[in-house]
């Protein structure tokens, strides 16, 4: 990476890690419950369903999201521990049929997922203490992948981490902002290649460390503050 192109990408961060970028984006749903004091349940339960849905044009993703809540009656913890209601053998029932809540995820995933929430909460007060993987497979339900980017749950783990006051929640506090790692989706891939960043072909988690890593040249305590560089690229490069 060039002087130059480090200076750019410093310059795009400090530029678009600001709120006024992210008024329709999915980080809008934790962050309100942050912002209102709710329990970190409340946020960690609003950022699993914005994290989840995070597939596609964000305008989608915000009214789909907007959807979810209102079935959870913008409540997400009381939601995921009572649901609707219960069966008759004590079972917690959530909406759980086969209809789209957004895109190909229906609400018998979302249900899953629930389901698998309420289980963990059961035992723990906090998702923090759990990894990429262990979200992965305990949460989401989806097979372990040592090579899978695991964007999704990256970009919450961003949310939730970073703590410079703007655009991110900074409501984990044991997890050191060196330990997260760039959510790599096709179009971070692709704006992290005509940066220079990486010249893999493989969008996998080795191709999310590379890029992670040429961050840390840049911002040695908090490489993620880069993918706000990389947005910006975007951004400045729209067609």
């Known amino acids: 990476m060039t002087k130059e192109m480090a200076a750019q990408l410093k310059a795009w961060a400090d530029t678009y890690n600001d709120p006024q970028y992210f008024t329709e984006d999915p980080i809008i749903f934790p962050k309100h419950f942050a912002e209102a ?98 979200i992965r497979t305990k949460i989401f339900g989806q097979k372990e992948d040592r090579k899978a980017p695991d964007k999704k749950i990256n970009m919450m783990r961003r949310w939730m981490v970073r703590d410079d006051g703007k655009v991110d929640l900074g409501v984990w506090k044991d997890t050191a902002k060196t330990d997260l790692l760039i959510p790599l989706d096709v179009h971070v891939y692709d704006q992290a290649v005509a940066t220079g960043l990486t010249s893999r072909r493989s969008k996998d988690i080795v191709t999310a460390r590379e890029i992670t890593d040429s961050f840390l040249e840049i911002f040695p305590d908090d490489p993620c503050k880069g993918d706000f560089a990389l947005f910006g690229y975007g951004v400045t490069h729209s067609k």
């Open 37 to 134: 004091g709710a329990c970190i349940q409340d946020v960690e339960a609003a950022a699993i369903v914005a994290a989840h849905l995070a597939w596609g044009r964000r305008a989608m993703i915000v009214r789909d999201t907007k959807r979810v809540l209102d079935e959870m009656d913008w409540k997400p913890y009381d939601y995921i521990m009572k649901g609707r209601g219960t069966a008759t053998d004590g079972t917690v029932i959530y909406r759980d049929d086969p209809v789209s809540a957004h895109r190909t995820i229906k609400w018998s995933e979302l249900a899953q997922i629930f389901a698998r929430l309420r289980e963990y909460y059961l035992g723990s007060e906090s998702l923090e203490k759990l990894g990429v993987s262990a």
